[in-house]
């Protein structure tokens, strides 16, 4: 849950990186800015943020398929089988696996296309790249609601504190004077 939010962060982050390289340019850059020009070193530092952004994403969900399938396979040869976490820890693997196979490809090509023009000028396309950027930000909501259940659920039902808060709560002995 961690690393996502995290991952969100560095997301939003990376989006004012070339404001804050061209707002107090060192002497070295500010020639190199000076010889391509401000507006596009700005194109160019934008394109080089959304890469690495998008790169960040596809390296997390590689990681989150790993931990899913992982997570999939302790619940499903657990001992104690229970129907709830398995369901919690399948639901948030196919979530992923949408994000990975289903929007985040479409949300490269696309963001590669709209960052420099004509599709950074075009409506139809900055609209798409915000559409598919809202699906992908909900399935994460969703992905991390659930996460939080299943945390919600392993603490209460597998911590060590309330097994032994069973055990001891029971009268292990009873002594009868005689």
């Known amino acids: 849950m961690g690393c996502s939010v995290l991952l969100g962060f560095l997301t939003l982050e990376n989006f004012r990186s070339p404001n804050l390289v061209l707002s107090a340019p060192a002497p070295a850059e500010a020639k190199m800015i000076a010889k391509i020009g401000e507006e596009e070193t700005r194109l160019l530092l934008r394109h080089l943020a959304m890469e690495q952004s998008r790169s960040y994403l596809w390296l997390w969900e590689d990681a989150q398929i790993g931990i899913g399938v992982l997570l999939v396979l302790i ?83 597998y911590a060590p504190t309330s097994r032994s808060r069973r055990r001891s709560s029971t009268p292990s002995t009873i002594e009868v004077d005689g």
Request: aromatic letters at 16%.
């Open 75 to 157: 619940f499903a040869l657990s001992s104690q089988t229970r129907w709830f976490p398995l369901i919690m820890a399948l639901s948030m693997l196919i979530l992923v696996l949408f994000q990975h196979f289903a929007i985040l490809p479409e949300i490269i090509y696309r963001g590669r296309e709209a960052d420099f023009p004509p599709g950074n000028a075009s409506f139809s396309v900055q609209a798409r790249v915000w559409a598919l950027g809202q699906v992908y930000g909900g399935a994460e909501v969703v992905k991390l609601l659930v996460c939080g259940v299943l945390a919600s659920y392993l603490f209460v039902f």
